[in-house]
């Protein structure tokens, strides 16, 4: 269990590749000790679902509009059948004002397509201080991958 006291392999990995595919035991625990691992060696940390994202990049660093759920009926003359428009900030906007590196834990990566998947690649590629971590699925022990080798893989 050498993996789990220091995880200094985990940083060293993700430091060098920025972004890993990750495949853990189904009954959790794991990731939470290497994030904990992480925040102590100086890492901001984000968990989130990949479910909902859209589109990856501009989810997580550009100002996008969404649309409200529809609630019923509604005046057609207000925004027609189309609903208001809301803006909202990136997700990870306010914790790249600070200095420190981030990483962002992505629960569910398996929904994702190969083309979100080269997406969220390239942007730990452009921007050096966002390291995400994707979970792939489960496995009996602990295993991860630079993501790339992932997407090639198939």
């Keep these: 269990?050498?993996?789990?006291?220091?995880?200094q392999k985990?940083?060293?990995d993700l430091e060098s590749f920025g972004c890993l595919a990750i495949l853990s035991p189904?009954?959790?625990?794991?990731?939470?000790?290497?994030?904990?691992?992480?925040?102590?060696?100086?890492?901001?940390?984000?968990?989130?679902s990949a479910r909902g994202l859209g589109d990856p990049v501009v989810f997580l660093t550009q100002l996008h509009g969404i649309r409200p759920p529809h609630l019923g009926h509604q005046n057609v003359g207000r925004n027609g059948a189309l609903g208001e428009v809301q803006q909202v900030i990136p997700q990870l906007n306010e914790l790249l004002v600070e200095d420190k590196p981030l990483v962002l834990w992505l629960l569910?990566?398996?929904?994702?397509s190969k083309s979100e998947l080269l997406a969220i690649n390239n942007l730990c590629q452009k921007e050096p201080r966002i390291k995400i971590v994707i979970e792939m699925g489960g496995a009996r022990s602990i295993k991860w991958q630079p993501l790339n080798e992932f997407i090639n893989r198939d």
């Excluded at 569910?108 to 994702?112: K, M, N, T």
Aim: glycine share 14%.
């Design 10 to 12: 985990f940083r060293t």
């Design 26 to 48: 189904l009954e959790g625990g794991a990731e939470t000790r290497l994030l904990r691992r992480l925040r102590a060696s100086g890492y901001q940390t984000q968990i989130t």
């Design 1 to 7: 269990m050498p993996l789990l006291l220091s995880g």
């Design 108 to 112: 569910e990566g398996q929904v994702l």
